[in-house]
């Protein structure tokens, strides 16, 4: 999945369809999905069907379906070199970010 020229809609769209597929793979029903997550049968109605849904229901979903793995490395740090390291290590400390000046 290229979600470098999509609209947000349609990865949503996307995403919501790969759950649904995996649910039907691993042949769960989403009542039983949705009880082994804690959430409703209309929570994960609604999370199939690309409407708006918190998102700790998707982990829920996730982990439930074997698939926490994928959300785990969703934002982790691209570190292809020693520069990378040295200036994810410096940014890990709490930092302020200062405000453009804006012009009056």
């Known amino acids: 999945m290229d979600l470098i020229y999509q609209r947000p809609d349609e990865i949503v769209s ?3 369809t790969r759950l649904r597929q995996e649910r039907l793979a691993q042949q769960m029903t989403q009542a039983e999905v949705a009880a082994r997550a ?3 049968v209309n929570t994960l109605s609604n999370l199939e069907s690309g409407r708006n849904t918190s998102f700790e229901s998707v982990v829920r979903v996730a982990m439930v379906l074997g698939r926490s ?3 785990a490395a ?3 740090p691209r570190l292809d070199s020693l520069d990378d390291m040295l200036r ?3 940014s890990t400390q709490r930092h302020r970010v200062k405000r453009k000046a804006s012009r009056a």
């Open 14 to 16: 996307q995403i919501c």
């Open 38 to 40: 804690g959430v409703g």
């Open 69 to 71: 793995a994928e959300l």
């Open 74 to 76: 969703l934002f982790q």
């Open 88 to 90: 994810y290590e410096a």
